[in-house]
């Protein structure tokens, strides 16, 4: 109180309130000072409201929870896992076609035809796989190519040679002197084997065709002849380029000008690179860069004096000569000693054995023919043993030469590795690059 007896408005009321609520100095305060009563005054409302939050966090924090449990029943069920995005539905009719075996050829088709233009009908029976084996075949009018290449791919000597995928020779063809196949045709067996039948190289039946029909020749050829050895030259070319092996096929031993003419095709064969292309390229070898297939010649008509030994040796080092300088793999890919047709021999009785084999004549009526009954007084053993051959029977030759042409090696024919598919394409880029090739043409220059 003041000395007039009246109260001081700054020590009470509405003016001390706000001096409580004004914020002091931080730090440690002075509780005996001046003012440090003042500090630690709380006032009655303050305090209340104090209380009141305190008692209301202790009341939530003492609440029990209350936990709600299920049922037994549906304590058990799990909760269904998310359903995954449904995958489209696939057709049942392509699902099928993909389970389905590859549809079996029954007969031959044309790859290329007789006016040297490719067929695309071929693709129809190709998959998309790259275990595949090309074999080709060459040889003169009348040498039994397609007998060869039927017999190795789907026949037997029992069946008529009318039901051979590759159509044989006629007796009315031989007697007219023509030739049955044209062009190049295609087969493929359920093992994934191609067999390409071609027209005959070299071919005076289709020579006179062209002269006597009066056929127009392309304008880059002014003689007959000239056009007949670049066709045949076209498709020799081809098959050393597309294919594994190339069975060449003779009747008699032997043709010089058939050898003359192996070496011109292999002269005028497209260049592919190898598999080890990018190696070989560095140190600059061109040997290396380029892809030679198995060649193989077959004797057909063999007769029995061509299976004696010592005639035997002759041939082989005849063939060694004539392709001394050829990159074509012509040796050391089949052996006839190894597949026990001279039991006899010893494995080094040849020197240089090359890739030839012997087939006899096929004569059924003679093989099926029942032996002479003994005469009277005559050993009954000797009935009973068949007559004297001079070689195994015609269908054991068959089934060891096709084991043998089976179970060559089948390198890569471009720098990579090609499906069915990709051969099929592989090969039309090649035939249109066979005749368009520069080398070809200029040959055919200087033919002319």
Same mark, same amino acid.
């Given at each position: 109180?003041?000395?007039?007896?009246?109260?001081?408005?700054?020590?009470?009321?509405?003016?001390?309130?706000?001096?409580?609520?004004?914020?002091?100095?931080?730090?440690?305060?002075?509780?005996?000072? $001046?003012?440090?009563?003042?500090?630690?005054?709380?006032?009655?409302?303050?305090?209340?409201?104090?209380?009141?939050?305190?008692?209301?966090?202790?009341?939530?924090?003492?609440?029990?929870?209350?936990?709600?449990?299920?049922?037994?029943?549906?304590?058990?069920?799990?909760?269904?896992?998310?359903?995954?995005?449904?995958? $489209?539905?696939?057709?049942?009719?392509?699902?099928?076609?993909?389970?389905?075996?590859?549809?079996?050829?029954?007969?031959?088709?044309?790859?290329?035809?007789?006016?040297?233009?490719?067929?695309?009908?071929?693709?129809?029976?190709?998959?998309?796989?790259? %275990?595949?084996?090309?074999?080709?075949?060459?040889?003169?009018?009348?040498?039994?190519?397609?007998?060869?290449?039927?017999?190795?791919?789907?026949?037997?000597?029992?069946?008529?040679?009318?039901?051979?995928?590759?159509?044989?020779?006629?007796?009315?063809?031989?007697?007219?002197?023509?030739?049955?196949?044209?062009?190049?045709?295609?087969?493929?067996?359920?093992?994934?084997?191609?067999?390409? %039948?071609?027209?005959?190289?070299?071919?005076?039946?289709?020579?006179?065709?062209? +002269?006597?029909?009066?056929?127009?020749?392309?304008?880059?050829?002014?003689?007959?002849?000239?056009?007949?050895?670049?066709?045949?030259?076209?498709?020799?070319?081809?098959?050393?380029?597309?294919?594994?092996?190339? +069975?060449?096929?003779?009747?008699?031993?032997?043709?010089?000008?058939?050898?003359?003419?192996?070496?011109?095709?292999?002269?005028?064969?497209?260049?592919?690179?190898?598999?080890?292309?990018?190696?070989?390229?560095?140190?600059?070898?061109?040997?290396?860069?380029?892809?030679?297939?198995?060649?193989?010649?077959?004797?057909?008509?063999?007769?029995?004096?061509?299976?004696?030994?010592?005639?035997?040796?002759?041939?082989?080092?005849?063939?060694?000569?004539?392709?001394?300088?050829?990159?074509?793999?012509?040796?050391?890919?089949?052996?006839?000693?190894?597949?026990?047709?001279?039991?006899?021999?010893?494995?080094?009785?040849?020197?240089?054995?090359?890739?030839?084999?012997?087939?006899?004549?096929?004569?059924?009526?003679?093989?099926?023919?029942?032996?002479?009954?003994?005469?009277?007084?005559?050993?009954?053993?000797?009935?009973?043993?068949?007559?004297?051959?001079?070689?195994?029977?015609?269908?054991?030759?068959?089934?060891?030469?096709?084991?043998?042409?089976?179970?060559?090696?089948?390198?890569?024919?471009?720098?990579?590795?090609?499906?069915?598919?990709?051969?099929?394409?592989?090969?039309?880029? +090649?035939?249109?690059?066979?005749?368009?090739?520069?080398?070809?043409?200029?040959?055919?220059?200087?033919?002319?």
């Amino acid at each position: 109180m003041s000395e007039s007896g009246h109260s001081q408005p700054g020590l009470y009321g509405i003016e001390r309130r706000r001096r409580w609520k004004e914020p002091g100095p931080g730090g440690p305060q002075n509780l005996s000072g $001046p003012g440090g009563r003042e500090r630690d005054y709380i006032a009655p409302w303050e305090r209340e409201r104090r209380d009141g939050s305190e008692e209301t966090s202790t009341a939530v924090m003492q609440k029990t929870p209350i936990i709600l449990s299920k049922p037994p029943a549906e304590r058990s069920k799990q909760p269904p896992p998310p359903a995954a995005p449904a995958a $489209p539905a696939m057709d049942p009719v392509v699902g099928q076609a993909k389970l389905l075996p590859p549809e079996r050829m029954k007969h031959s088709i044309k790859l290329v035809d007789d006016q040297m233009n490719w067929c695309d009908s071929a693709i129809e029976y190709l998959l998309d796989q790259t %275990d595949v084996l090309v074999v080709g075949v060459l040889g003169l009018q009348g040498t039994g190519k397609s007998m060869v290449m039927s017999l190795l791919s789907a026949n037997t000597p029992e069946e008529d040679q009318r039901a051979y995928v590759f159509r044989a020779q006629s007796a009315e063809m031989k007697e007219r002197g023509g030739n049955q196949t044209s062009g190049i045709d295609f087969f493929i067996t359920q093992e994934r084997i191609v067999f390409l %039948d071609t027209q005959p190289i070299l071919s005076p039946s289709i020579l006179d065709h062209l +002269i006597n029909n009066d056929r127009k020749l392309p304008p880059e050829y002014n003689l007959p002849h000239t056009y007949v050895e670049m066709q045949s030259l076209q498709i020799a070319a081809f098959l050393f380029t597309v294919c594994h092996v190339v +069975i060449v096929v003779q009747d008699w031993f032997t043709d010089l000008s058939l050898y003359r003419f192996l070496q011109t095709a292999e002269m005028v064969k497209p260049s592919t690179p190898s598999p080890s292309h990018e190696s070989s390229s560095s140190s600059g070898s061109e040997e290396g860069a380029e892809y030679y297939p198995h060649l193989v010649f077959l004797q057909n008509k063999a007769r029995r004096e061509d299976f004696c030994p010592r005639k035997l040796r002759q041939m082989h080092l005849m063939i060694d000569q004539l392709m001394a300088h050829s990159h074509l793999r012509y040796k050391g890919t089949l052996s006839m000693l190894q597949c026990n047709v001279f039991p006899g021999l010893p494995p080094d009785f040849l020197d240089s054995e090359v890739n030839l084999f012997l087939m006899p004549f096929m004569d059924s009526e003679t093989e099926s023919e029942t032996p002479p009954r003994a005469g009277p007084g005559s050993s009954p053993l000797f009935s009973l043993l068949p007559g004297y051959r001079g070689h195994p029977s015609f269908q054991s030759l068959v089934s060891k030469l096709r084991s043998q042409v089976m179970s060559m090696a089948r390198p890569q024919l471009s720098h990579t590795i090609l499906t069915e598919k990709n051969w099929f394409h592989y090969a039309a880029r +090649i035939w249109d690059g066979v005749k368009k090739s520069s080398a070809l043409a200029e040959y055919s220059r200087l033919l002319a």
